[in-house]
């Protein structure tokens, strides 16, 4: 037997490992920073399968070494070196995808698909209260002919987070506009794709990139019209606010295709 081979025992440890792992990630709230909740039912199946295949290891594991004359492999510091992306998903904490995988995409997400904004409207709003809208769900309606002038004369609300808009010289929008960004995935964080609403005319202080805010205001379609080509704010439908305040990470922090 070679001396390099890992051990059945060691495999079932290793195993055993990977199944908590993935049961772990699959019914705690990390799971919405990787992956859609549809997916959710397949990733518990997948760390139970593991688990019975850790168990079913760990039997014959223990019947090998009951058997007599049989002789056990030595440990493998290789096969050991499999622990090492457990230990570090276990002990770091890298939150959901943020500005940085904003500016790494050359533009705003283009929606497809329909979106009616009236029915939304009378199916979302209750005594009074400012309706909210997904970010893809008002990207949809601002580029939309027959939507924009519903959605310029209702004031609506959108969560996100911020990422700071860029001068010419490359440092901070003068005129202290930000981005409103969310991220859509379809499967999982590998996919996603940059949702972004142009926020003017806030005359408080500029919030910390990356901060979670709701904004209350109306799709300005001049605004609009006069974006700037900006990497980031450019050519995005601008929302003219009307309230800001601070809010927490939302337990799902990302949106997903209809």
Same mark, same amino acid.
């Given at each position: ?11 079932? $440890? ?12 699959? +019914? ?9 909740? @549809? ?6 199946? #997948?760390?139970?399968? =593991? ?6 290891? $760990? ?24 622990? =090492? ?10 939150? $959901?995808?943020?500005?940085? #995988? ?48 519903? +959605? #310029?004369?209702? @004031? ?6 911020? =990422?700071?808009?860029? *001068? ?7 005129? *202290? ?16 794709? *940059?949702?972004? =609403? ?25 605004? @609009? ?5 900006? $990497?980031?704010? *450019? ?24």
């Amino acid at each position: 037997m070679s001396p390099t081979r890992l051990r059945r025992a060691d495999a079932a $440890a290793l195993l055993a490992g990977l199944a908590g792992l993935t049961l772990w990630l699959s +019914l705690t709230d990390a799971f919405y920073r990787y992956l859609r909740p @549809t997916m959710r039912p397949w990733l518990v199946a #997948a760390g139970v399968f =593991v688990a019975g295949l850790a168990l079913a290891t $760990a039997v014959t594991a223990w019947r090998e070494s009951r058997r007599d004359g049989a002789v056990s492999a030595r440990p493998s510091v290789a096969g050991w070196l499999l622990v =090492v992306p457990l230990v570090i998903a276990l002990s770091t904490d890298p939150g $959901a995808l943020g500005a940085f #995988a904003v500016r790494q995409q050359a533009g705003g997400y283009v929606p497809v698909g329909d979106f009616d904004l009236d029915a939304h409207l009378r199916s979302h709003t209750w005594g009074g209260q400012v309706p909210s809208l997904q970010l893809h769900q008002f990207l949809a309606a601002a580029k939309d002919d027959d939507e924009q002038r519903l +959605l #310029a004369d209702t @004031t609506v609300r959108l969560t996100g987070f911020v =990422v700071h808009d860029r *001068g010419a010289d490359g440092g901070p929008d003068p005129d *202290g506009g930000f981005t409103l960004a969310r991220l859509m995935i379809g499967c999982c964080a590998g996919d996603a794709s *940059g949702l972004l =609403v142009a926020v003017r005319g806030h005359d408080g202080p500029r919030p910390d990139e990356e901060a979670w805010v709701e904004v209350t205001g109306r799709f300005d379609p001049a605004l @609009t019209a006069a974006q700037p080509q900006d $990497a980031i704010a *450019g050519s995005v439908p601008v929302l003219a606010v009307s309230s800001l305040r601070h809010v927490d990470e939302p337990r799902e922090p990302y949106e997903y295709p209809s």
